[in-house]
């Protein structure tokens, strides 16, 4: 979801490139549902896993894991921690309270990225994996 999120939302400042450490495979079905009920489009979403080229290219890596960055990520420094409900198996109800959440946050992100940019004179970018 914050890869469509983020993609729509915050393309000026964010480069959104979403990636997990043990994907399904698939896109949920209800993951494209509720991103389709709140305007996103879940084209070109994949589910994939994260690739060491990935970790290179990013300023910042979103983990939203459910797992702390100390647990999985202690060699890296670039990662902020998000905690996030992972939805997968509920109703849509509750993959609406988790897009509503990734909205917000990236929407934070964003403006974070848009002002630091506007301080430093020069475009911020920054890849999400999650």
Partial sequence: MAEAIARRNAADVIEASSAGLAPLGFVAEMTKRALAV???SSEGLASKPILPESWDAADVVINMSGRSRQQVFREYGKVEDWEVQDPYG???P??????DE????V???AKRLRK??????????E???D
Avoid: P
């Avoid at 509750?94 to 897009?99: A, D, L, S, T």
């Avoid at 630091?116 to 970018?125: I, K, L, N, R």
């Fill in 94 to 99: 509750v993959y609406q309270k988790i897009c």
């Fill in 107 to 109: 929407d934070a992100l």
């Fill in 38 to 40: 709140n305007g996103y």
């Fill in 127 to 129: 890849r999400k994996e």
């Fill in 116 to 125: 630091g940019s506007q301080a430093s004179g020069t475009e911020a970018v």
């Fill in 102 to 105: 990734i909205e917000s946050r």
């Fill in 90 to 92: 509920s109703d849509l």
